[in-house]
């Protein structure tokens, strides 16, 4: 088992930036890939990065690419999410996963509570 906790969220405006944390425990952080989804009112869970678990390979979103960086720190059971360039549109419950790779949350095994980011135009 692997617990999440996500952290970092907030109220922001548009333009500006936010870092979100998600600390893990339980089993070996460093074996797990991570992703970060989100997920809007009435609208379906979205992806919006992942990054293997040594940190080599990273994957982001469409919507958040050149804006986003996912990163991680195995020596901190740490991942996170540096959004820059916010707009209202990103505003969104987010969500850290593990296990999974790629895209399609419904490949990822363990899920943390997630946090609320909302961006003011």
């Known amino acids: 088992q692997v617990q999440l906790v996500e952290s970092g969220g907030g109220l922001v405006q548009a333009g500006g930036s936010l870092r979100l944390s998600c600390a893990a425990s339980?089993?070996?952080?460093?074996?797990?890939?991570m992703g970060w989804f989100r997920q809007a009112p009435g609208k379906e869970r979205e992806f919006v990065a992942a990054?293997?678990?040594?940190?080599?390979?990273?994957l982001h979103g469409v919507s958040v690419k050149g804006r986003f960086t996912i990163s991680r720190d195995n020596a901190k059971n740490t991942v996170y999410l540096q959004m820059n360039s916010l707009k209202p549109d990103d505003t969104a419950v987010y969500y850290c996963a593990a296990g999974g790779w790629g895209s399609s949350y419904n490949i990822y095994d363990y899920w943390g509570q997630g946090t609320q980011v909302t961006v003011s135009s």
């Open positions: 990054i293997s678990w040594r940190g080599g390979s990273t």
């Open positions: 339980g089993r070996t952080f460093s074996g797990y890939n």
